[in-house]
């Protein structure tokens, strides 16, 4: 490791090293003491969720995930790897659209005057430990929606501006993800201040650490390090590279736009939504679905009220409901406008698509419905009828 004096010696912002566990922890003390409020993996209720952490003891070393269609369980690993699992139930939206936020609240004075009050979003400052690639991506895209056109939201402003991205390279996916056929993973290319690649070998237990911007190397610089070596680089590069070998699903191979568009009276949504509950845990999982409804509601005197915004599923009835009842009235017309949209008009609004193969909605998906499954069955009907005589 890096002398006391070396410690603090200034990074060129594309800088790499290797941390130890204990480099780890000093990371995470590094990034409290500069008023960040550190969030990342942690083991809690049978299952691996993202809370704030006081030291990075609390990371879920030795834990795995098995996961497929409507199945999620932890599993004991003999490494003591902290980040040898795929993504969880929550993602980082959790955090920076969180699921209820209230607008304003409104007050009725002694004289019958009503005071409206707007709400002040309070700035918080995260550090986020553990981002996969395929979430950096979803942060980048809710970044498009929430802050890159004409009406800007503040309550996701207050929670992303300054927040210190430290990305995590994937070097165990699930038998759920695809992050290639989405080119969003499994290695981390833009958008983080600092990425982690997880390595375990005979070499030992270590962190190959690479800053990606100014600010991330500033934090590089403050930590014990070594300086990072040819073997823990090549043994990284091919954890990774072997990681994406090794994803659980795949999209097929054509324009998924196209797919989308051409295919909407297809025969293959009359069978899947028979299978969909339409629930809406594919959307409150999904690292990008950001919809949302309003709400209000009084105490019991009538003299004080509020308004909240909350999370809302294009699956609810009400959610195309118009003077004349709901636009979207089957579960098949619900379930069609949410893949559609996700692999394909989405690019129409945000010029990407809205899906970053984090497998998430397959894996808590009550009746396990796989989205890349419904997609080769939309392209496998599509090629037999252009082939049909």
Not at 63 to 72: C, H, M, P, S, T
Not at 231 to 241: L, N
Request: charged share 25%.
């Amino acid at each position: 490791m890096t002398d006391a004096a070396d410690a603090g010696a200034a990074l060129a912002p594309q800088s790499d090293a290797v941390l130890d566990r204990d480099g780890l922890d000093a990371l995470v003390r590094a990034l409290k003491q500069r008023g960040l409020t550190v969030v990342g993996p942690t083991v809690r209720d049978g299952a691996i969720l993202l809370a704030e952490l006081e030291s990075a003891d609390e990371l879920p070393y030795g834990w795995g995930v098995e996961l497929e269609a409507g199945r999620y369980r932890l599993h004991r690993r003999g490494d003591g790897a902290a980040f040898a699992h795929s993504a969880g139930p929550q993602s980082w939206k959790s955090f920076l659209h969180p699921e209820r936020v209230r607008q304003w609240t409104a007050d009725r004075g002694p004289g019958g005057g009503i005071t409206v009050r707007e709400e002040r979003h309070q700035a918080v400052s995260y550090a986020f430990l553990g981002v996969r690639p395929c979430d950096l991506r979803a942060i980048r895209i809710l970044d498009r929606v929430m802050s890159g056109g004409r009406y800007r939201d503040p309550a996701y402003l207050s929670r992303r501006t300054g927040a210190f991205l430290i990305a995590v390279e994937c070097t165990e996916p699930g038998a759920t993800c695809f992050c290639v056929s989405m080119g969003t993973g499994p290695a981390a290319d833009t958008g983080y201040d600092l990425a982690l690649t997880e390595v375990v070998d005979d070499a030992g237990h270590r962190f190959l650490c690479r800053s990606g911007s100014a600010e991330g190397a500033a934090v590089l610089a403050e930590i014990p390090r070594r300086s990072a070596d040819a073997p823990t680089r090549t043994a990284a590069a091919d954890a990774v590279g072997a990681a994406a070998e090794r994803m659980g699903r795949s999209m097929p191979p054509v324009d998924l736009r196209t797919l989308m568009r051409d295919n909407l009276e297809a025969e293959r949504w009359d069978d899947v939504t028979a299978r969909c509950l339409s629930c809406g845990n594919c959307t409150m999982v999904c690292p990008t679905c950001f919809c949302t409804t309003t709400e209000d509601v009084t105490d019991l005197t009538g003299d004080h009220a509020e308004r909240w915004r909350r999370w809302d599923s294009c699956y609810d009835l009400d959610f195309s409901l118009l003077h004349g009842g709901p636009v979207r009235a089957t579960p098949r017309s619900r379930y069609r406008q949410w893949l559609t949209h996700k692999l394909g008009t989405w690019h129409d609004q945000f010029d990407s698509s809205g899906c970053v193969g984090c497998g998430r909605c397959i894996v808590w998906c009550p009746t396990g419905i796989d989205l890349t499954e419904e997609a080769h069955a939309l392209h496998q009907e599509a090629t037999q009828r252009e082939s049909a005589p």
